[in-house]
Every structure is written in C-alpha cells, then in structure tokens.
C-alpha cells in the first residue's frame, strides 16, 4: 500500500515553489524598470557633460580672442587704462570669466 502525503511534489508545496516564482519575476521586472530609468538619467547626464565642455571650450577660445586682440592694462605698465575699447574688453573678459567659471561649476556638480 501506497503512503499518501509523501510525494515531495504535493499540491501546497507546488503553489509555494510558483508563488516564490511569481515573486522573483516581479522584483526581476522591478530591477529590469530601474536599470533602464537609471540608463536614461546616465545618457542625459553624459549629453548635458558633452555640451558644458563644448561651450566651455567655445567660452575660453572667445575669451583668449579678446585678450590678444586688446590686452588688459596692468597698473605700472605705462598703459592708457580709460581707453574705450579696454573697458569695453574688460567688460567682456569679465563676463566670459564668469561663464567659464559657472559652466565649470556646472559641470562637476552633475
């Protein structure tokens, strides 16, 4: 005679193995969701570094222009300082400087 209740496949033990399953497929599914949210972030993140750097460059190639085109007096230097076009570079320089900076500062903060 047969012993019933000694299978190792009884019918609680097989809802038990599906539900375990069932749950390893979602929290798969849930992972699967983040790592391609996090994929996304990765992307525009590197886009938005790609741009800084692009305009930075751009920034400090106009800002070494204007530098070469009317170099900055310094005091002793023996140069006219209340020139038009050296306040107006100045100005410029100043400016840029400052975009340098926050598109540096941007940059690493992201």
């Known amino acids: ?3 019933r209740g000694s299978s190792t496949f009884s019918a609680a033990a097989v809802a038990r193995s599906d539900l375990a399953l069932g749950r390893t497929v979602e929290k798969t599914l849930a992972l699967e969701a983040e790592v391609s949210r996090l994929r996304h972030h990765i992307s525009v993140l590197s886009r938005r570094l790609h741009l800084s750097a692009l305009e930075s460059e751009s920034l400090r190639r106009e800002l070494d222009a204007l530098r070469s085109v009317a170099p900055l007096s310094r005091e002793g230097d023996g140069a006219e300082a209340s020139s038009p076009l050296r306040e107006r570079v100045a100005d410029e320089v100043t400016v ?3 975009q340098v900076a926050c598109v540096r500062y941007c940059s690493v903060a992201s």
Do not use: D
Request: net charge positive; glycine share 0%.
């Open 1 to 3: 005679m047969v012993r």
């Open 96 to 98: 840029i400087s400052k």
